[in-house]
Nanobody, 123 residues
Framework: QVQLVESGGGLVQPGGSLRLSCAAS????????MGWYRQAPGKQRELVAIISSGGTTNYVDSVKGRFTISRDNAKNTAYLQMSRLNPEDTAVYYC?????????????????WGQGTQVTVSS
């Protein structure tokens, strides 16, 4: 059974920091690209940051220089360090694990989501 469990969300003042964690089980974690997405009220879910199995990272422009995604394969855990938070960062943050693989001519995608953790930035 695959589980992605996020933690670390909460209420923080503007300019503050939070670190989100995503603990994975039931998957070969090191083979997966890990991503953090967020969804604000009334808005579509958007990709915030991803880290490949090889450690390559990518960020949405709005968080570049403020957020850092990382992974610890020994702990099967991905992290999102968020700093200089502002009210526009308020959202439910979701962890995603994704892997595309092929055998012969057939390709497959494994795609898993966590339940989400609320981040609220407010004074």
């Amino acid at each position: 059974q695959v589980q992605l469990v996020e933690s670390g969300g909460g209420l923080v003042q503007p300019g503050g920091s939070l670190r989100l964690s995503c603990a994975a089980s039931g998957i070969d974690f090191r083979r997966f690209t890990m991503g953090w997405y967020r969804q604000a009220p009334g808005k579509q879910r958007e990709l915030v940051a991803i880290i490949s199995s090889g450690g390559t990272t990518n960020y949405v422009d709005s968080v570049k220089g403020r957020f850092t995604i990382s992974r610890d394969n020994a702990k099967n855990t991905a992290y999102l360090q968020m700093s200089r938070l502002n009210p526009e960062d308020t959202a439910v943050y979701y962890c995603n694990a994704k892997r595309t693989w092929a055998t012969g001519r057939q390709s497959y995608t494994d795609d898993y989501w966590g339940q989400g953790t609320q981040v609220t930035v407010s004074s």
